[in-house]
């Protein structure tokens, strides 16, 4: 079954073994998406990996750039300014929003509950509105920097983000009337791909998949970073460990995520912050002509992915030393320090130098614990990096839910694992 079949994406292969409709036996095969993750991060200096991460769960992308990104700040000995640790853990909900609206959609979709589909991925594209306002793109952000973010929040952020989340509230308020009592979908669901929790735990499971079977693990309050520890959250948790419990388990965890963000607007520090009045390409201009003294009291305006990078917000979002960050625009282009500074922080063989040691960070990703292992030999780039991917576990575990089943609960239990393929092969 697969890759070729459509509810395997196209990225793996079950070898199973029938008799009649009866699943006897399953194989996964798995790396069909092998993109050699962590030796390319090998080679380049150190924020050169963060566009990788976009690639390992591309659904929920924040997470990994936010993860990787801690794990060199551990070694660096670096912490990023509190007005930053609340912009990442926003950027961080709103990805694990869109990766479960994505899961149930799919799920539901694969089973044919179509209309529920529309509803969700309606539903996330407010949220990719979103995410391309903080951001400058929807799905390979490359949001996160090693000591800080790109950019400060937009203008009336706040303002639209409490009107997607309205919208996603009632799409998963729609989704629920429609399916969660649905009596075909529960037979699909209910009683299927079930998985003990003594199973789960045996096999390293985390995340939703875990949480479904009644261990209400979860690393951002068992292992708390950024400034989980500050908000008030809920850890939802089922008992069945089946297909049904994961897809309700998921749709509370939408709510909790969204329930995080907004109290991390109510409670995030303010930070200076204005939209730059002067285009950075007129600042280059004056700063080649020698013309300085303009210079010195203008902020840089530069295109709309930059926004917020300027030096009003720097100090609010980044962490200080010119060693560990990029510099204000305007000191790129009003001075020959940092220009000097700028360049050499992007030069192959300069650049961040991060101190000999290693370092293992887990954050909550979108299914699990997602871990970056990261080894330094006082250079520019990783000597080693290793990622442990959340849903690799879940697959090692998938032939003990689909044997004794039926063919057609292959698709409902692998709809719920969530794999994505980035992050399982890396």
Request: a negative charge; glycine letters at 10%; proline letters at 5%.
């Amino acid at each position: 079954m697969g890759p070729q079949h459509p509810a395997m994406h196209g990225v793996i292969r079950l070898i199973l073994g029938l008799d009649g409709e009866r699943v006897k036996s399953s194989e996964v095969e798995i790396g069909y998406l092998h993109r050699a993750f962590e030796k390319h991060a090998e080679a380049e200096p150190w924020n050169n990996v963060v566009p990788y991460t976009d690639r390992l769960n591309y659904v929920s992308p924040l997470i990994n750039g936010t993860g990787y990104c801690l794990a060199v700040e551990k070694l660096l000995g670096v912490t990023i300014p509190e007005r930053g640790q609340y912009l990442r853990v926003v950027a961080c909900e709103l990805s694990r929003v869109t990766d479960h609206l994505t899961c149930v959609a799919a799920s539901a979709m694969e089973l044919g509950a179509f209309t529920v589909f529309l509803y969700l991925i309606k539903a996330r594209e407010y949220l990719y509105q979103l995410v391309d306002d903080l951001t400058g793109a929807r799905v390979t952000t490359s949001y996160c920097r090693v000591g800080g973010v790109k950019a400060d929040l937009p203008d009336d952020f706040q303002r639209k983000c409490l009107a997607a989340f309205a919208g996603v509230r009632e799409a998963v308020r729609d989704a629920d009337r429609l399916l969660t009592r649905n009596r075909i979908f529960m037979d699909r669901v209910e009683g299927t791909g079930v998985l003990s929790r003594e199973d789960a735990v045996a096999y390293g499971i985390t995340g939703p998949f875990l949480r479904s079977t009644g261990v209400p693990y979860d690393v951002r309050r068992s292992h708390p970073y950024l400034v989980y520890d500050r908000l008030e959250f809920e850890v939802p948790v089922g008992s069945a460990g089946d297909n049904f419990d994961r897809y309700l388990v998921r749709l509370a965890e939408i709510e909790q995520s969204m329930r995080i963000v907004e109290q991390c607007l109510r409670l995030m520090p303010k930070g200076s912050h204005s939209l730059p009045p002067m285009d950075a390409s007129e600042m280059a201009d004056l700063g080649k002509q020698g013309k300085t003294a303009e210079l010195v009291d203008r902020t840089a305006g530069t295109c709309k992915t930059l926004e917020g990078a300027d030096r009003n917000t720097h100090d609010h979002i980044r962490a200080g030393g010119p060693g560990a960050v990029l510099p204000p625009k305007e000191e790129v282009y009003g001075s020959i320090e940092g220009l000097m500074n700028h360049f050499e922080q992007v030069m192959w063989t300069w650049g961040l130098k991060v101190p000999a040691g290693e370092a293992y960070v887990p954050v909550e990703g979108g299914n699990g614990e997602l871990g970056f292992h990261i080894v330094s030999d006082g250079k520019n780039k990783p000597y080693r990096v290793r990622c442990r991917p959340p849903c690799l576990f879940i697959m090692a575990a998938l032939p003990k839910m689909l044997n004794g089943g039926y063919v057609a609960d292959v698709v409902a239990t692998f709809g719920s694992v969530n794999m994505i393929a980035g992050e399982l092969d890396r």
